[in-house]
């Protein structure tokens, strides 16, 4: 059994977008159905808070190409996803007030689980993609993130991040001390300011002309207003509402995973090494998000696919995993914090 988890554990990264396709492809239900459909969601978080570690480098027997399937079926299954949210939101009824209580029981779940998965197969897969050197493996990662509205992440995170990672010039670093909302009002709009001087820098010898229409934070930004025009004239109000209401939570979400990867971090030399970055030994986190939380590896050799990451000696532990870590910043972050803390000082 142990073998299997570890040879054949990726595809738990499937789990929860097909719970997602099918909870949009059936939808609407009653208030309790809807509610019931979030069952996936809390399980996650308690594998992750109670559910087996890992702390050796399980074994890949796959070649790399099955892999690769996981990434394009990962893609195609959060596109599929969305347009099932719009057309489930179309479907809600808002008669009377017995049908809107159940119409807002069903958006509950729509945010719990759609907004939850957009963050987990959805900006997690795209981190993987806009890390990888073919243009189409790039390409899609660019559209699964017009999925959550956050095209620039590609820019703030590739050419920003991971060059100033773990110092103060990092807006995704979170500093000691600092709490998940104060890193929150600096990291979002710092991230878009990042990516948008990281093009002009790029352009800077460029016509007036070419510099924009060049420019990939112009591309995103009409791809992506262009996208919600069409989704508010095709498939109404609600489901535009819906449908940024997602992105927003899928957002949040990975910014507090941003928030505890680096958290009172600091490098004193300009090579980043493992003691840089937080990593988590939870079986459910390393698998269900494409080895994200072997996070240490990760910045030491930002070109190396997933499934390639290793365990590397000197990065602190996470007390949980991503999931359970979230909704510790979620509910209690003065707590995190302190035991953030404790990991670092022992």
Request: glycine fraction near 8%; include cysteine.
């Amino acid at each position: 059994m142990a073998s299997v988890l570890a040879d054949y554990g990726w595809l738990a990264g499937l789990l929860l977008p097909l719970c997602n396709i099918a909870f949009l492809a059936r939808g609407p239900y009653s208030w309790d159905g809807a509610l019931l459909w979030t069952t996936p969601v809390w399980i996650s978080i308690l594998l992750d808070w109670r559910g087996p570690e890992v702390d050796y480098q399980p074994p890949r027997p796959l070649p790399a190409w099955a892999y690769l399937t996981v990434l394009n079926g990962l893609a195609l299954l959060q596109m599929a996803a969305i347009v099932l949210l719009l057309q489930m939101a179309c479907r809600l009824n808002w008669d009377g007030p017995a049908q809107w209580g159940t119409s807002l029981a069903n958006l509950i779940a729509m945010r719990v689980v759609t907004g939850t998965n957009s963050c987990c197969a959805g900006i997690a897969l795209a981190h993987e993609l806009i890390h990888r050197r073919g243009l189409w493996l790039r390409g899609m990662g660019r559209v699964v993130l017009w999925t959550v509205l956050y095209d620039h992440f590609f820019l703030a995170h590739v050419y920003g991040h991971h060059r100033h990672v773990a110092t103060r010039r990092d807006h995704g670093t979170a500093q000691y001390g600092e709490s998940f909302a104060r890193f929150w009002r600096r990291a979002a709009p710092g991230q878009w300011i990042e990516a948008w001087k990281l093009e002009q820098a790029r352009l800077r010898n460029r016509s007036n002309l070419q510099r924009w229409a060049r420019n990939r934070m112009v591309h995103g930004l009409a791809i992506q207003l262009t996208l919600l025009l069409l989704i508010g004239f095709v498939f109404g109000p609600v489901a535009l509402a819906i449908f940024t209401y997602q992105a927003f939570v899928a957002v949040r979400l990975l910014e507090m995973v941003n928030y505890i990867q680096h958290w009172g971090l600091q490098r004193d030399s300009a090579t980043v090494g493992p003691a840089q970055a937080w990593s988590t030994r939870s079986w459910w986190s390393l698998h269900s998000l494409m080895g994200l939380p072997l996070h240490a590896d990760h910045h030491c050799n930002a070109g190396k696919p997933f499934f390639r990451l290793n365990a590397l000696k000197g990065s602190p532990q996470l007390p949980h995993g991503y999931f359970a870590m979230a909704v510790m910043v979620r509910v209690a972050d003065d707590d995190c914090q302190q035991l953030l803390k404790k990991r670092l000082h022992s």
